[in-house]
């Protein structure tokens, strides 16, 4: 009798025992299926400041760097993103931006769509072939984009202060990781005649006033200055906090030593007032790898 109470505790010892070890493998592998449920798409957006910064004669290699950058974008999107959801699992996404430049002719509709990679369902479905089709449109119309702009006898100047205002919306999604990787000088400003007839209330103002830029460089207090007197960009009564939005400025030039910092103050305060508190700024860079290794660390951060 005491053999066989023995043996009956043994077997429920044992049982017990397996009992747990399923319930935690149970318990594990809800983690790993809950946690890749809470990983969100990306969604990358890649602005374009087609001003004089592309101008031949002015930046012979700009429009060269620019392509290998947005090239890498693109491919670090396929490989990290959309190829390890399958393709077909994958709803990330991918678009560039082009501000108009005030008084030049747009870019032309069809080659806006296709620097998109917006895919539907029924595109999603079908897998890898279907997003090679939708790559090989964007990166022919990159170059498309760039011999149109590269032509231009006049420039402007870049309206990314009018982009935040009238189409960020339409390019920021919800319930995604948010990525704006922006390809500017950083200086925001327009020709003479154009910048005159631009918003302005008191010391904001819709574009970057280069003259404000070279009187804050004789001040060692300039950052306090900019604050108290109220200087900086207009704000355009847009809130993106809900949107995760991370921001990236890369290939930023600096006419002065001391221009970059205040450049930068410029900007990071108005992305603040949308919402957007992760802002981060790269100068110009000789080698474009440089960039591109920034971007790849850039979008590895959640």
């Given at each position: ?8 505790a043994a077997?429920?010892?044992a049982?017990l ?7 935690s493998?149970?318990?594990d592998?809800?983690d790993?299926s809950?946690e890749?449920?809470l990983t969100?798409?990306v ?7 087609t001003s004089?910064r592309?101008s ?10 620019d392509?290998?950058?947005i090239?890498?974008?693109?491919n670090i999107f396929e ?5 390890v ?6 709803k990330?996404?991918?678009?560039l931006?082009i501000?108009?430049q005030?008084n030049?002719?747009p870019i032309?509709q069809?080659t ?6 917006w ?16 790559k090989?449109?964007?990166l ?15 420039f402007?100047?870049?309206d990314?202060?009018r982009w935040?205002?009238d ?6 999604k919800?319930?995604?990781?948010n990525?704006?990787?922006c390809l ?5 400003d327009f020709?003479?005649?154009?910048q005159?007839?631009?918003s302005k209330v008191?010391n ?8 404000q830029?070279k009187?804050?460089r004789?001040?060692?207090n300039?950052k306090?200055?900019?604050h108290?007197e109220g200087?900086?960009l207009?704000?355009?009564?847009q809130?993106f906090?809900?949107y ?7 290939e ?5 030593m001391l221009?970059?910092?205040i450049?930068?103050e410029?900007?990071r305060t ?5 919402g957007?508190v992760d802002?981060?700024f790269?100068?110009t860079?000789?080698?474009?790898q440089i ?5 790849k ?6």
């Amino acid at each position: 009798m005491e053999k066989n109470i023995k043996g009956l505790a043994a077997v429920l010892a044992a049982l017990l025992v397996l009992t747990a070890g399923c319930t935690s493998d149970k318990s594990d592998a809800k983690d790993i299926s809950s946690e890749k449920s809470l990983t969100k798409p990306v969604n990358i957006i890649v602005i374009v400041d087609t001003s004089d910064r592309i101008s031949k004669m002015r930046n012979p290699r700009q429009i060269e760097k620019d392509i290998k950058i947005i090239e890498s974008v693109v491919n670090i999107f396929e490989e990290k993103f959309v190829r390890v959801n399958l393709y077909i699992g994958s709803k990330d996404r991918l678009a560039l931006a082009i501000p108009e430049q005030p008084n030049v002719p747009p870019i032309q509709q069809q080659t806006l769509e296709n620097l998109k990679i917006w895919p539907t369902p029924k595109q999603r479905a079908g897998g890898a072939p279907e997003f090679k089709k939708m790559k090989t449109k964007l990166l022919g119309a990159i170059d498309k984009l760039y011999q149109s702009v590269g032509k231009q006898i006049e420039f402007t100047g870049s309206d990314i202060w009018r982009w935040f205002r009238d189409s960020a919306g339409v390019y920021l999604k919800s319930d995604t990781r948010n990525y704006i990787i922006c390809l500017s000088d950083g200086y925001l400003d327009f020709n003479n005649d154009i910048q005159n007839g631009r918003s302005k209330v008191g010391n904001k103002t819709s574009y970057i006033p280069y003259s404000q830029i070279k009187k804050f460089r004789d001040m060692p207090n300039w950052k306090q200055k900019f604050h108290t007197e109220g200087h900086g960009l207009l704000e355009i009564k847009q809130d993106f906090s809900d949107y995760n939005v991370k921001f990236l400025m890369v290939e930023i030039t600096h006419r002065h030593m001391l221009d970059l910092e205040i450049v930068k103050e410029y900007w990071r305060t108005w992305l603040k007032s949308m919402g957007i508190v992760d802002s981060q700024f790269l100068p110009t860079q000789d080698d474009p790898q440089i960039v591109i290794e920034r971007i790849k660390e850039f979008i590895s951060t959640e």
